[in-house]
């Protein structure tokens, strides 16, 4: 027997919900090229065809071993034809032509560094590229009008563009607890995203905030911007108030994965004197840096919706919301869980039961990183 011959034997469930999907896995040459062209598709707004790339990445993520030819795929799920060609492709030859000849195209290069300016997305990038801007610094030079985010956004570029690292996240941690405290004592503080599933760097840091007696949670975004504003935290922040109660559709949003609890968009400006670390800046060198910050705020019955919702990875919950609707006529969102069958919502206390509900094996975070 071939070695890993056995791989095509195991049977491997094909939503990535049903999988332990680690940090680090055996396929990164796989799954990098795979990124790539699910990122490309992204840009050019073609979303199912990311979404295809994303969950034959995902599938070579959750497998036990290294895949060295093309006959150990036999019998996977999530491998589309696309997907298998371009795998195969590597496999034989190193690399795939497709991805080499995505990676230098100036379109791919551009709409990435264009979207990779806080508050720029891909539909605004096309536009600006079409009018032969391709860089940040020709953004500048433009003269096009820019909100406030882009504003920022490019003034903060290298920086935000910069890996957050995770002693920076529990800094920053330390800052929104002292806020959080200062106007809301008892309430409950959540390290969410990338680095509750064991990251060690990501492109921001992300908090939920709930209090235990519910209702003492609202209105509480405000106050805690006002506080970390006048103590000169904050270089950047947009609020948006919770609009769950007015919202026409329900708990049950199958539509979008957006949800409606009160949230804060920042920019940190977090001292970088404890690492003895500097910025280097245009205009010499500094000791602190600006920093993405997400803090979102939950009413506590909703609050392990919330947690499920914003731990990620952005593919598991997608897989999470079609599991639901598919396989068990429930909708799934970050503030509930409905059963269409028995038109009722189920309850929660912990990620663990709504799982159960779902009839699901728990998968903990560390194990979502599809
Ligand atoms: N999320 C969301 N609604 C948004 C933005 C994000 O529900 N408007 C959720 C995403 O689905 C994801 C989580 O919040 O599950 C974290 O998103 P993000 O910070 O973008 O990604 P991370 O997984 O934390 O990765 P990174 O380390 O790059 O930040
Ligand atoms: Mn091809
Ligand atoms: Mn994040
Ligand atoms: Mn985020």
């Not at 919900?17 to 799954?31: A, F």
């Not at 970050?334 to 206390?349: F, I, P, Q």
Request: include cysteine; hydrophobic fraction near 35%.
């Amino acid at each position: 027997q071939k070695p890993g011959l056995e791989l095509a034997v195991v049977s491997v469930p094909s939503y990535a919900c049903q999988r332990h999907t680690p940090l680090l896995h055996h396929n990164i040459t796989l799954t990098d090229a795979l990124s790539i062209l699910a990122e490309n598709a992204e840009l050019g707004e073609n979303e199912g065809r990311g979404v295809a790339f994303r969950r034959a990445a995902a599938l070579l993520k959750s497998l036990p071993q290294e895949v060295r030819g093309a006959e150990q795929l036999r019998g996977l799920p999530c491998l589309g034809e696309h997907s298998l060609r371009v795998i195969k492709e590597v496999l034989e030859d190193g690399v795939s032509h497709e991805v080499e000849t995505t990676t230098h195209s100036e379109q791919f290069k551009a709409m990435k560094a264009l979207t990779g300016i806080f508050g720029v997305g891909a539909k605004t990038a096309d536009r600006w590229f079409k009018e032969g801007i391709h860089t940040p610094s020709d953004l500048q030079r433009s003269g096009h009008t820019l909100n406030r985010a882009q504003r920022a956004g490019l003034q903060y570029y290298d920086e935000l563009n910069l890996p957050v690292t995770k002693s920076e996240a529990v800094a920053i941690g330390q800052i929104v607890e002292r806020a959080v405290h200062a106007v809301l004592p008892g309430a409950e503080i959540t390290l969410i995203g990338g680095f509750r599933r064991g990251k060690q760097t990501g492109h921001d840091v992300d908090f939920l905030i709930t209090h235990p007696d519910e209702g003492r949670e609202e209105g509480l975004m405000p106050k805690v911007v006002s506080w970390l504003e006048a103590q000169g935290f904050l270089l950047y922040q947009k609020t948006t108030g919770n609009s769950y109660l007015e919202s026409k559709e329900g708990p049950a949003r199958p539509a979008s994965n957006m949800d409606r609890f009160e949230r804060c968009f920042s920019i940190f400006r977090l001292s970088t004197d404890n690492e003895g670390r500097e910025i280097q800046t245009g205009n010499g060198p500094r000791s602190w840096r600006a920093v993405r910050v997400d803090l979102v705020v939950s009413p506590y019955s909703q609050f392990p919706f919330a947690l499920l919702g914003w731990t990620g990875s952005k593919l598991f919950e997608r897989e999470l919301r079609r599991w639901a609707v598919h396989e068990k006529a429930m909708t799934l969102s970050s503030h509930a869980l409905y059963d269409r069958k028995r038109t009722l919502y189920l309850r929660a206390s912990s990620e663990e039961e709504i799982f159960a509900h779902l009839g699901l094996e728990y998968i903990p975070p560390c194990d979502r990183n599809a």
